[in-house]
């Protein structure tokens, strides 16, 4: 008898729900523009942020940028500043207003820090003011409106 191993086969499969095999193998992911940001952890929401923290965002300043990209389902998305500084984190409870951010959109908001160290900021009280030409929006309720 020999203490050899088995020669390495076909890649483990098991089979799935609905009945087919499926691989273990690493798939290759397809871009997002999302990927390249750092999103940060825990996301920080309207619901959990300090009151203090509240009070210093709605006194700050307005600013103006454009929507980078946003998920509804992820919840949360980007915002590319007027100025040309680095992307600020947009989490969806600070949206404002009747339509779902949309990449191309022109927008206003206020920042507030983000914690537990306070170094990254995330955009607050965000208002849609330019829907981006041509392109579908959908509002919270779920209707689509072409602007």
């Given at each position: 008898?020999?203490?050899?191993?088995?020669?390495?086969?076909q890649?483990?499969?098991?089979?799935?729900?609905?009945?087919?095999?499926?691989?273990?193998?690493?798939?290759?992911?397809?871009?997002s523009?999302?990927r390249?940001?750092?999103?940060?952890?825990?996301?920080?929401?309207?619901?959990?942020?300090?009151?203090?923290?509240?009070?210093r965002?709605?006194?700050?300043?307005?600013?103006?940028?454009?929507?980078?990209?946003?998920?509804?389902?992820?919840?949360?998305g980007?915002?590319?500043?007027?100025?040309?500084?680095?992307?600020?984190?947009?989490?969806?409870?600070?949206?404002?207003?009747?339509?779902?951010?949309?990449?191309?959109?022109?927008?206003?908001?206020?920042?507030?820090?983000?914690?537990?160290?306070?170094?990254?900021?995330?955009?607050?009280?965000?208002?849609?003011?330019?829907?981006?030409?041509?392109?579908?929006?959908?509002?919270?309720?779920?209707?689509?409106?072409?602007?």
């Open positions: 008898m020999s203490s050899e191993p088995p020669p390495p086969s890649p483990p499969t098991h089979q799935s729900s609905t009945g087919l095999l499926d691989t273990q193998q690493a798939r290759d992911r397809s871009p523009p999302l390249g940001n750092v999103v940060p952890s825990p996301l920080p929401t309207r619901r959990t942020r300090t009151f203090s923290a509240t009070v965002a709605s006194q700050g300043p307005v600013y103006k940028g454009v929507c980078k990209c946003f998920c509804r389902s992820k919840g949360h980007f915002i590319t500043p007027a100025d040309g500084g680095p992307d600020i984190f947009l989490h969806i409870s600070d949206v404002e207003g009747e339509y779902v951010p949309m990449e191309g959109d022109e927008v206003t908001y206020k920042m507030c820090s983000i914690p537990p160290k306070n170094e990254k900021l995330q955009a607050v009280e965000v208002v849609i003011t330019h829907l981006a030409p041509g392109t579908k929006h959908e509002t919270w309720s779920g209707h689509v409106v072409s602007s």
